[in-house]
């Protein structure tokens, strides 16, 4: 999937959005905004293999009348997990745009004809979104999720003249998904992601109840030799995004964003003199750095919300309370990790470990156990030949011997050399 992402595609998706039904602009309350929605809805309809397709409108209640009354939306695309439909993983770009760095005077009078492309700010974003809803739904790869992937084009994340603050399409998003008691067990915010003339770099911006997501971005940059390169632990802390509205809601979110802030100078990357002028066009984008920040949310998406090993589908995942299985540690490891589980009645168990297409590299346990709490080591010695650097799977069952009311799970763990 990682190498079907199309840089044309991408391309042709941010000559759309800068365009956007020839208005050259997508700031909220124009028409180039309301081309940019149907130009986005109707691309996600028509990929064949998608669940749906959903407009979710809002109104921004404290913007200057008649804009208050004055509908916004948000374009939600859904795969369906096929194991735990209830639980989701969100990958969102907002799709508006701003030309506010040209001064206050003329974004204030002019806000409503102004050229503003916004092809960096965020045509890079949503264009990455439209293209990994292509590759996830194609039926060439047969990708069936065990979570539910939601895709979302945000409106209303940028300011503007007539309201005061921002992110308020994600903020409604969040707000209702927190009161509907949406089980987000992750969300990503890619915003503003092509822009650098010397390196293809991105910062990821977490809070620490994030880390674990941001961390496995990083591993998944590594294990599928995507090339971007990213910042690490300690990760920068911002709320100038989408994702900020998931932490509002106690859910766990991260951004990718080509600098952290993109108005300031790093070692890796020089400050955007484009972002939310009218000079925000194609032109200025490192298009490499975009194709391989799609791919990277491709690849994190899918081995977070996929089943890479499609083990045994007639076996039950039937969960009895008192069977727990844990995360491995140290994770990554090298050459050993230790996994832990839980037994509160006496089972069978097996612990098999398998490698990232499926195939059986070893039975650690195959035995009858007392309830209790145990722990084994996994050593890549016990492989023939080692194991090379990538992504292994630890797969616990436990039930009677028969296997009636098994317990199956199975977490994923990272060898480095």
Same mark, same amino acid.
């Given at each position: ?13 941010? =000559?759309? @959005? &800068? ?5 050259? *602009?997508? /700031?909220?309350? $124009?028409?180039?905004?309301? #081309? !940019?929605?149907?130009?986005?809805? =109707?691309? @996600? &309809? ?5 669940? *749906?397709? /959903?407009?979710? $409108?809002?109104?921004?209640? #404290? !913007? ?354």
């Amino acid at each position: 999937m990682v190498d079907s992402v199309s840089t044309e595609n991408l391309v042709d998706h941010i =000559k759309t @959005l &800068e365009h956007a039904g020839g208005h050259l *602009s997508r /700031v909220n309350f $124009t028409p180039g905004n309301d #081309s !940019a929605a149907v130009f986005i809805k =109707k691309y @996600l &309809e028509s990929l064949p293999n998608l669940t *749906s397709v /959903v407009v979710d $409108t809002f109104f921004i209640s #404290s !913007a200057n009348a008649p804009f208050n009354t004055r509908p916004l939306t948000n374009i939600i695309a859904t795969i369906e997990g096929t194991v735990f439909p209830g639980k989701e993983y969100i990958l969102g770009a907002h799709y508006d745009c701003s030309a506010s760095r040209e001064g206050s005077s003329v974004w204030n009078s002019q806000w409503q004809t102004i050229k503003a492309p916004g092809a960096d700010d965020n045509g890079t974003g949503v264009a990455a979104i439209l293209e990994i809803a292509r590759i996830l739904s194609d039926t060439t790869f047969g990708f069936k999720p065990d979570y539910t992937i939601k895709l979302i084009a945000f409106g209303a994340e940028e300011g503007g003249p007539a309201y005061t603050s921002s992110h308020h399409g994600s903020i409604a998003y969040a707000t209702k998904a927190k009161q509907n008691n949406d089980n987000i067990l992750g969300m990503v915010s890619i915003d503003m992601v092509g822009y650098n003339n010397f390196y293809d770099y991105n910062d990821i911006v977490s809070n620490e109840s994030s880390y674990w997501l941001a961390d496995r971005y990083v591993y998944a940059n590594e294990i599928y030799s995507i090339g971007l390169m990213l910042n690490s632990p300690p990760f920068v802390y911002a709320t100038y995004s989408d994702h900020a509205s998931f932490w509002e809601q106690g859910y766990k979110a991260i951004l990718m964003i080509e600098g952290a802030p993109p108005w300031t100078n790093s070692t890796y990357y020089q400050a955007n003199p484009y972002y939310h002028k009218k000079s925000d066009s194609l032109g200025t984008l490192n298009m490499e750095l975009v194709s391989k920040v799609t791919k990277l949310n491709l690849a994190a998406v899918a081995s977070l919300a996929g089943r890479l090993t499609d083990l045994d589908e007639s076996e039950k995942e039937i969960m009895p309370s008192g069977i727990s299985l844990y995360q491995n540690y140290p994770n990554p490891f090298n050459p050993a990790t230790t996994i832990k589980y839980r037994l509160e009645r006496n089972s069978f168990v097996t612990i098999k470990i398998f490698d990232l297409l499926g195939k059986e590299l070893t039975t650690l346990i195959n035995e009858y156990k007392t309830a209790g709490d145990y722990e084994i080591e996994f050593n890549e010695n016990l492989i023939n030949g080692g194991l090379a650097s990538g992504v292994y799977f630890y797969r616990l069952s436990a039930g009677s011997e028969s296997g009636l009311e098994s317990f199956v799970e199975t977490k994923k763990m990272v060898y480095l050399q």
